[in-house]
């Protein structure tokens, strides 16, 4: 699998002073040196390589199956209530994303606590940002950096696209370069100020609507909860794979979403620094 936006050390600054803004400048990405040393002092073997998890909605998986990669992780809200994070990493969870915040005035009441417990248990965690089309990218980037510490252990933020049918404030729907153009900035302006560039997690309907898949320098986590993402996303690469929203993992009351990395655990290593 190939990982080509892994930050190259003379390449990530001269990045971050070409994309950032003047509110991005502001903050200064932290030299790649301090990041490798922060991860190296962080990382700790994968508690359980290949586990297994339950789901309440089980799929009869065809081809490789979420089974067939050996490191899973979690993607957690408020929704899931109080984490007992030293049980979720014994039971296998090798990663949690945590929803930070949304929008450019909501942010997930439960994030502080899950940042610091994911943490104190050893489960390496990042943070991730829902996207509303109802405020522009800079807006939405400050107030991620407001809520979100700069810590150099953290795995690279995620953007969260998708679109928000369900919303009662924000239903529209910009044209496929619009959306492109309003996630590149989002993404420069958290390069420039985390040294890392964010992920992107789409799903079905959005990556063919918008062609988000079409963003440079930039790797993916992909929906697919009735399919492995090379049928589902022909031709696409990923990072992550968001395999079911209705997991059952030690530690967390009712389902969770699970996903796994798309490598071996030394690729899982090799990709966290």
């Not at 998986?61 to 809200?77: E, L, M, N, Q, T």
């Not at 900035?185 to 985390?194: G, N, P, S, V």
Request: net charge positive; charged share 20%.
């Amino acid at each position: 699998m190939r990982f080509a936006v892994r930050y190259l050390k003379f390449f990530l600054p001269l990045l971050a002073l070409a994309c950032a803004g003047p509110e991005s400048r502001d903050y200064p990405a932290p030299p790649a040196a301090t990041r490798a040393e922060a991860v190296a002092a962080a990382v700790r073997p994968v508690a359980v390589a290949f586990p297994a998890f339950g789901d309440t909605k089980p799929h009869p998986w065809d081809g490789r199956a979420p089974s067939a990669y050996p490191v899973h992780g979690i993607d957690v809200s408020r929704w899931q209530g109080a984490i007992d994070w030293p049980v979720v990493r014994a039971g296998g969870i090798a990663f949690a994303y945590l929803k930070a915040t949304e929008g450019g005035d909501h942010a997930d009441p439960m994030f502080p606590d899950n940042w610091q417990g994911a943490a104190r248990a050893g489960v390496p965690r990042g943070a991730y940002h829902f996207f509303y089309f109802c405020r522009p990218a800079e807006e939405q980037a400050r107030w991620f950096i407001q809520h979100v510490p700069r810590d150099p252990a953290a795995l690279p933020p995620v953007l969260d696209l998708e679109w928000n049918h369900k919303s009662r404030t924000c239903i529209r729907r910009p044209d496929p370069a619009t959306v492109r153009a309003e996630a590149a900035r989002f993404l420069d302006i958290l390069t420039a100020h985390y040294g890392q560039r964010p992920v992107v997690y789409t799903t079905v309907d959005f990556y063919r609507d918008t062609g988000i898949g079409a963003l440079p320098r930039t790797e993916f986590w992909l929906r697919s909860v009735a399919g492995h993402p090379s049928t589902v996303y022909p031709g696409q690469q990923w990072a992550f794979w968001q395999y079911t929203g209705t997991g059952l993992v030690p530690g967390i009351r009712g389902p969770v979403d699970i996903n796994v990395f798309a490598g071996s655990v030394a690729d899982w290593n090799r990709w966290r620094n």
